[in-house]
């Protein structure tokens, strides 16, 4: 039996979409596959709590909720930076203090969809790196990892002091940071991150897939202040996310909502960007949807 340690960090407002990655994990996870889910989390109503355990009835598995020392976060509030960064975005930073008998973590944000099994990715060799993850694809002028999906390697952490180096770092530069635990993340380890595959942190925005709409996903993370949930979102792999949710305690919004949701978002999608279908990326995206449809990979290419 192999067993794998995801951890998560949510608020009160996060806590049902938190619900929804652990629905996607379980849902797809393979039968040898045990999990032990840590939620670092920050002022979690009794009912969200009772919702969170109540996804063991997907698939027995451990669930410890864990509520960190406000104090390990005080400087992580000076820091200026985008407005859909809230301060459990920083709760990964002290994953080795928090998660001590662990010697490595799975890390994955809220806002995603598991579509596979993990354990590919779960027991990579980290090749004495801090961490692993997908590049970001948001177009920075140098090589950086999205926080989003993050592999971890606890054991390294706790032997260089990792946490003393981040927490200096933020101290430090709290002024320049600008993109939050990610830059931080980024900086402090540098060339000691081992990058993976792009399945493994499929990042679309809006009409947008920012890992060249990768055929063969095994994590799909909806990046930036537009998220499925919201009314209007126009994404990709929405219905997968309302499928996910629809296996929570929470449930997902009616059909008719979902409906008048997505006619809102193409029309508001369409006045914004009256000519999308003379893109590249508008063709690479119906090229690979048709194909995922079909489940096979079109050898044709229509640009």
Known sequence: MSILNICLACDDNYAQYAGVVIASVLLNSKKDE?????????????????????????????????????????????????THITLPSYF??????????????????????????LSDLYFTDFKDNFCAGVVDYLGQEQVMVNSGVLLINLQKWR?????????????????????????????????????????????????YSFSNYEMNYGIVHFI????????????????????????????????????????????RYLKRVPFFWLRPRFFKALKNGIARGLGFKLKTNLI
């Open 92 to 117: 990964r930073l002290r994953v080795a203090s928090l998660l001590d008998a662990e010697d490595r973590v799975l890390y994955l944000d809220s806002d995603l969809i598991v579509e596979k099994s």
């Open 159 to 207: 032997e260089e002091n990792a946490e003393k180096l981040i927490f200096n770092y933020i101290e430090h530069n709290k002024e320049k940071i600008s993109s939050g635990d990610q830059e931080i993340i980024n900086a402090v380890f540098k060339d000691k991150i081992l990058l993976l595959p792009d399945m493994w942190n499929v990042q679309t925005l809006n009409f």
């Open 224 to 267: 930036g202040g537009s998220k499925p949930w919201l009314f209007g979102s126009f994404m990709p792999f929405k219905k997968k996310f309302f499928y996910y949710m629809s296996k929570t305690e929470w449930g997902c919004p009616s059909l008719f909502w979902q409906f008048v949701s997505n006619v809102y978002s193409y029309l």
């Open 34 to 82: 045990s999990f032990v889910f840590y939620i670092i989390a920050h002022n979690l109503s009794e009912k969200n709590i009772v919702n969170l355990f109540a996804l063991k009835n997907i698939k027995n598995c451990e669930i410890k909720i864990i509520t960190p020392p406000e104090e390990f976060f005080e400087v992580c509030k000076e820091v200026k930076t985008l």
